[in-house]
């Protein structure tokens, strides 16, 4: 058994080199992130940079004019959003004390008639239940202070990683096509032509997941945005905005919007059914984005599982932390790539017997 199956030591060498990959993808795993994220991005901005660079352009100013027009457009997001979330924040803390004084008037008494609890709510009731907090616990402080050193210094590794992106991001974009040229002469000629296929089909797939994640990113604004408006929500729009444009880091975007939906509901309706509306809005969104939206634009082009999406969110979370919450999706397009490709090549070898099956190609239609 030296031509073919496991004793093959082609096939063993090339399975010990996937397992040092793997090893160090684990062990490089907290410097990862901003690398990975930059190709990511490197990847989306490409084909702009390849149509701006010309016999007037250089590739290095190309890189330049595509980094300023995304400066510009992040900008002019945060100039739309931040107004309108600072004008809510002051709305909210003018209403606060009529929402105490809501809160006082109806569920101190519910509670009282329901379950014997004598409970006030106004603004010199928390101050003093504040302050005998702190004072009833002296070691409050010294581990409030701790948790703020340990936090402030994971805030600080992780916007050295993301002040990152942007530099890796402009010399992967510069070096893009040289990179691709390297690569391409390192590969075995003899296999040159199945690696442009596997590359190619992973290029369609990734293109797939991209155009329809903007879809539903689109799509799931202008719901929120309408939806939180027809429930009667002033500061539907900037919720809206946030809501759906963090629908591509799945759950979270959705928590932060049905968190601020609520907090904003509860401070400006006089009764709860304002904030049962503002709630029907976000469960119908969850279930038309998770159930219809999502599988219909980006699940069914790249023929990911809702079960092996899950499992991919988790396990690039796990490994790689908020990146890999981000790169879990596209990640796990390319491994779906390799999983069709080596299924068709296990099928046809001699270790899967004598009967042939046929695998699909492609995604399900």
């Not at 890189?63 to 995304?70: D, G, H, K, P, Q």
């Not at 797939?208 to 903007?214: A, N, P, V, Y």
């Not at 299924?343 to 995604?363: D, N, Q």
Request: proline share 5%; glycine share 8%.
């Amino acid at each position: 058994m030296t031509g073919t199956g496991f004793a093959n030591p082609r096939m063993v060498a090339w399975l010990v080199i996937a397992l040092i990959a793997a090893w160090l993808v684990w062990l490089l795993s907290p410097i990862l992130a901003p690398f990975l994220a930059g190709a990511i991005f490197a990847y989306m901005l490409n084909p702009l940079v390849n149509r701006l660079e010309g016999r007037y352009v250089g590739r290095t100013l190309a890189v330049v004019l595509v980094l300023i027009l995304t400066l510009i457009a992040v900008v002019a997001l945060l100039l739309l959003v931040l107004p309108l979330f600072y004008k809510e924040a002051v709305a909210m803390s003018e209403r606060l004390p009529d929402f105490l004084a809501w809160l006082d008037n109806r569920l101190a008494p519910w509670l009282r008639e329901r379950f014997g609890i004598a409970a006030q709510f106004d603004l010199d009731t928390l101050k003093q239940l504040t302050t005998q907090f702190l004072q009833s616990d002296q070691g409050f402080m010294p581990r409030l202070l701790g948790s703020l050193q340990i936090g402030g210094l994971a805030l600080l590794g992780f916007s050295i990683k993301l002040l990152l992106v942007p530099v890796v991001l402009f010399y992967l974009m510069r070096d893009w096509n040289d990179l691709i040229d390297r690569i391409d002469r390192m590969i075995p000629r003899h296999r040159l032509a199945q690696v442009q296929g596997i590359a190619r089909e992973v290029d369609a797939v990734l293109a797939e997941f991209l155009r329809g994640q903007m879809v539903v990113i689109i799509v799931m604004i202008c719901y929120y945005s309408l939806a939180l408006w027809s429930a009667g929500l002033e500061f539907a729009l900037p919720i809206g905005i946030i809501t759906g444009g963090l629908v591509f880091i799945p759950y979270v975007g959705a928590f932060i919007g049905f968190l601020l939906g609520t907090v904003s509901a509860l401070l400006q309706f006089d009764s709860f059914t304002g904030v049962l509306f503002v709630w029907l809005a976000f469960g119908i969104g969850q279930v038309l984005e998770g159930m219809v939206i999502t599988p219909l634009l980006v699940g069914k082009r790249i023929g990911l599982h809702p079960v092996a999406v899950i499992f991919a969110l988790l396990a690039f979370g796990q490994v790689f932390g908020f990146f890999g919450v981000l790169l879990a999706l596209p990640a796990s397009a390319i491994l779906l790539v390799c999983m069709r490709r080596m299924g068709r090549a296990y099928v046809a070898s001699p270790l899967y017997g004598e009967t042939k099956i046929t695998l699909p190609e492609g995604p399900p239609k």
